[in-house]
């Protein structure tokens, strides 16, 4: 049994199931980072509206009503589309919900409602080895998503082994203007391994914060952190039934989510930024009280604030192709050298930094996401071992 695995099992037992519609105020009222994230002042400047974010996950189910209309399915082509919108166990449908939900019928509310998902399915789930084998490579998709209009690539998985495969996937992504989030991975109490693809080169490693802004004690952390989001005690679908939603779960992978939400978020209101812009604009703007330069091991450049980006019309996102991680890019993606050697307590303050990197005032180990108090939680469902070559893990 793999670590996502074993998290699946937790969460099974100790969720409580909530009924989609008839306890739609449970599910959103539990979605708290969207109002410790100010979406709703966030939402009169962007929704997302006209960016695409592809999901790579245990498939997406279309017709949830807090998805339906949201997911663009034709557009995967042929011959990676297999099993794309037939979701194995409800992960890749609550990342999607998490990204892009339009919150209909009571279901999870996107923080970028009015991106569209395109989503894709490898191989992973609790579903046969016949048909887990049918799915595509990871390597295949990344190369189709890099070669079609998706601006994102959100994945909120993990494995132990790299490919040279997918790591020349990923870079010609990259080369595409393509802006990869994946997720860290929960193995902290173990073995603290962030595996692949976020120790790939070009891709922004995401752990999970609470909602005082501190780290989740399961969230990886080291030298593949590159920004923290929400990731404790939020609602996920419960399984591929879709019959209801499970609240106080812990990942990752909404951290991913979450990321990838913000940026599409910023991306719809500077459709002329590229990716590298995009991404700077993030980690300047970042909640954290340690110097620009030194990211810490376990929230990276600091927890991301997308709204900080969005209040301010002049936003200067510096130059258009200059890696903002060029020094982590440059040596597999961890170059930086990380600042904590311990987790980050609480903290009151709610500390700005601009384009220019300045850093804000706070105290001395960790920082809230904005001054109205915390920010996010995120989401664990899934994770059976993959029935073919490799083991990938929901994260």
């Not at 100790?14 to 980072?33: F, I, K």
């Not at 990716?275 to 340690?290: K, M, Y």
Request: include cysteine; aromatic fraction near 6%; glycine fraction near 12%.
């Amino acid at each position: 049994m793999t670590a996502g695995c074993a998290a699946l099992g937790a969460l099974m037992a100790l969720s409580v199931g909530l009924a989609p519609g008839a306890a739609a105020d449970d599910v959103q009222s539990q979605q708290w980072y969207l109002s410790a994230m100010k979406a709703d002042e966030m939402w009169k400047v962007s929704t997302g509206t006209g960016v695409k974010v592809a999901v790579i996950d245990s498939g997406v189910n279309a017709s949830t009503p807090s998805l339906r209309g949201q997911v663009l399915g034709d557009e995967v082509p042929k011959s990676v589309a297999y099993g794309a919108t037939r979701d194995s166990d409800g992960h890749g449908t609550t990342m999607a919900e998490i990204i892009a939900g339009t919150g209909a019928g009571g279901g999870l509310k996107g923080l970028a409602p009015g991106a569209k998902i395109v989503p894709y399915r490898i191989a992973g789930g609790q579903v046969s080895l016949p048909e887990e084998n049918k799915a595509p490579s990871l390597s295949s998709v990344i190369k189709a998503i890099a070669d079609s209009d998706a601006k994102i690539i959100n994945m909120s998985f993990g494995s132990d082994i790299s490919y040279d495969d997918e790591a020349a996937a990923i870079k010609y992504a990259a080369s595409k203007g393509k802006l990869m989030f994946a997720a860290e991975g929960n193995d902290a109490k173990t073995n603290n391994n962030a595996g692949y693809p976020v120790s790939y080169p070009y891709v922004v490693g995401v752990s999970a914060s609470d909602k005082t802004g501190k780290v989740g004690k399961f969230s990886t952390h080291g030298r593949y952190v590159d920004l923290a989001a929400p990731g404790v005690d939020v609602p996920a679908w419960c399984d591929s039934t879709f019959r209801s939603y499970c609240a106080h779960a812990n990942g990752t992978s909404t951290a991913t989510a979450v990321a990838s939400a913000s940026a599409a978020l910023v991306w719809s209101a500077h459709p002329n930024w590229t990716a590298d812009q995009v991404l700077r604009s993030l980690i300047d703007t970042a909640g954290r009280d340690w110097p620009r330069d030194t990211p810490s091991n376990y929230l990276g450049y600091g927890l991301i604030r997308p709204r900080k980006v969005l209040e301010n019309p002049r936003y200067n996102p510096g130059p258009a192709n200059v890696d903002p991680l060029a020094k982590e890019n440059s040596v597999g993606n961890g170059g930086a050298t990380p600042s904590t050697s311990t987790p980050p307590a609480n903290s009151s303050s709610g500390g700005q930094t601009s384009a220019t990197g300045a850093t804000s005032k706070s105290s001395d180990r960790s920082l809230p996401w904005v001054a109205v108090g915390a920010v996010a939680a995120l989401v664990v469902i899934g994770g059976a071992a993959f029935a073919v070559v490799r083991s990938r893990r929901r994260a």
